[in-house]
């Protein structure tokens, strides 16, 4: 198939071309007649999904303009009004609608003779939405969207002091690439100083989002968060049981090659003990690797990587820069993070970094350029539903993107050596990410099933599997006031609980990709594309199968998958 970036706003032909989201009073005429609508026949029916999908479409995109827009700038009072608006005076006011149409479409007689294989994903889909709505639950949903988004206002303002100017934590982090080590400690201790600040101001944070999450799943008739979540998740296809089958393949096959990988970086750098402010520096001699300048340095260098990948990659970006979808640099009082925002109705997504200059900000934009593809190639599913695709595939969009991209990282590096150093980096960053994964998995998996914890019991916990996990090649002694809120700087705790394993999950996917396209590239690209371009309208494991992937948590199989990166890393 040809594929084009030109993307098209979706044709409105239920909500009036210049209709926008002012109040609830002029949004709800919208579905009152969805819901009295007669559907006669499967014609009816389709027209009428088409609608629904249609002012579904409109909405999503207005929430998703208000959040980008106060991620942007959390210093901006009216930006932040603007979303908690929405989050306490529109949402909670779609829901019961929401739950009506779902109810009315499994009502219908004509369900029955939509096509099943295409439907499939999506009234599965619907069934569980209607299974987990509980009308108590609105008032809470809409209190815990606008508490997630403190989490950003209390990192956004966090910034330290180094050498008499003032930086975000995110561009501070540079400086533990310096061949300077007692710099390198010196920054390290002052970012770490500037969490403990806020850490009381996270925990009351933290505690109240999971005695929140706890009620709403006691609500919905479960035991506790985590196993609601399973269902609202959608994880059909895998269980908690998975997840620690994946926990403990970590343990077996990873925490080996990440020993392995600070020994050798230990010896590089001539060091005894190898500290943590030690493992992204380089020795004396050796500058960081300065893959870019600007933003737009990095948004170029980009395009020009994708370009000799696919150029229809390269296109996607180009689109988005002309409509000005990009915000990519680090500054005070943007929230941290990045992340690709998919805009349901205009189709070409938004992309949201803090660039500081780094290696890693490239591993980043190449990641959030997955996604955007991903978004790009969906776009065009007749249903705003069918491009609802499940998170586990969604990071293989981006992690394997990473992967691919690395054979055309000349546009980052014009030396053969740092071309050779920042796919070193990129491999690490491959391996080093699992324990990770498995660490926070594993602690929400216990925090949701011991909502009523302690915060002693909470740090001890944390410590307890944060030491698991950890390597011994790095030496932790005198650390653990920074240790034990550690988590605190994962912003999925607060805002997106429970999405973290589908990381771990999709490197899995990306690693198995990337082999197929050190033996075939063309095939593994066209495999990637035909699996994006199938949205959510398939389950997860076929959506693997068409990636030429097996779906696939054994211990085994992440074994062969570690032994292969291994190698290619050591090729190097």
Request: proline fraction near 4%.
């Amino acid at each position: 198939m040809s594929l084009s970036a030109d993307i098209k706003k979706i044709e409105r032909s239920f909500v009036p071309q210049d209709f926008t989201i002012t109040t609830w009073e002029n949004l709800e005429p919208f579905f009152k007649t969805l819901l009295e609508r007669e559907i006669n026949s499967s014609e009816d029916l389709e027209q009428w999904l088409k609608d629904t999908s249609e002012i579904e479409a409109v909405i999503s995109e207005d929430a998703c303009w208000r959040q980008i827009k106060m991620t942007c700038d959390t210093t901006d009072k009216a930006l932040e009004e603007s979303f908690t608006f929405f989050c306490m005076e529109i949402q909670p006011k779609l829901q019961p609608y929401a739950d009506a149409l779902n109810k009315k479409l499994i009502a219908s007689p004509f369900t029955k003779e939509l096509d099943q294989e295409k439907f499939y994903t999506y009234l599965r889909s619907v069934k569980k939405s209607i299974d987990l709505f509980r009308e108590e639950n609105i008032p809470l949903q809409a209190e815990l969207s606008v508490m997630q988004q403190q989490y950003g206002a209390i990192a956004g303002k966090m910034t330290v002091e180094v050498n008499g100017q003032e930086y975000t934590l995110q561009q501070a982090a540079k400086f533990l690439e310096s061949e300077d080590r007692d710099l390198r400690e010196t920054v390290y201790r002052k970012i770490q100083d500037r969490r403990l600040q806020d850490k009381d101001a996270m925990h009351e944070l933290y505690s109240g989002l999971i005695a929140k999450r706890h009620q709403v799943a006691l609500n919905a008739g479960f035991a506790n968060y985590r196993d609601y979540k399973f269902v609202e998740l959608g994880r059909f296809d895998y269980t908690k049981e998975d997840c620690y089958q994946f926990h403990e393949a970590v343990k077996l096959h990873v925490l080996p090659l990440i020993d392995k990988i600070y020994a050798k970086k230990k010896q590089k750098l001539g060091l005894d003990t190898l500290k943590p402010w030690d493992t992204e520096a380089e020795p004396a001699g050796i500058k960081p690797l300065k893959p870019f300048t600007t933003g737009q340095d990095l948004l170029k260098k980009s395009e020009a990587c994708f370009e000799k990948l696919n150029p229809f990659f390269a296109d996607c970006l180009r689109k988005m820069d002309e409509l000005k979808h990009f915000d990519l640099e680090s500054r005070k009082g943007k929230a941290p993070g990045g992340y690709n925002c998919p805009l349901s109705e205009s189709g070409a997504p938004f992309i949201f970094m803090n660039a500081a200059g780094q290696m890693s900000d490239v591993t980043t934009m190449v990641h959030e350029g997955g996604h955007a593809i991903h978004s790009f190639l969906s776009h065009n599913l007749e249903l705003s539903a069918f491009k609802e695709y499940p998170m586990e595939i969604a990071e293989v969009a981006s992690m394997s993107m990473e992967l691919f991209s690395m054979n055309h990282w000349e546009s980052f590096f014009d030396n053969a050596d740092d071309l050779k150093r920042a796919k070193e980096h990129q491999l690490e960053r491959t391996i080093t990410i699992f324990p990770w994964i498995a660490i926070i998995d594993k602690f929400q998996h216990w925090v949701y099933e011991n909502p009523m914890h302690t915060i002693e019991e909470r740090t001890a916990t944390w410590s307890a599997i944060l030491k698991e996990f950890s390597t011994n090649a790095i030496d932790f002694t005198g650390l653990d006031m920074y240790r034990e809120i550690a988590w605190q700087r994962q912003l999925h705790l607060f805002e997106v609980p429970f999405y973290y394993i589908e990381y771990g999950i999709a490197q899995l996917g990306a690693i198995g990709l990337w082999m197929q396209y050190m033996k075939n590239p063309e095939q593994a690209l066209q495999n990637y594309i035909n699996a994006l371009s199938l949205g959510g309208t398939k389950t997860l494991p076929v959506l693997y199968e068409t990636a030429g992937l097996k779906f696939d948590l054994s211990p085994d199989y992440i074994k062969t998958l570690m032994e292969f990166t291994n190698e290619e890393m050591e090729k190097l």
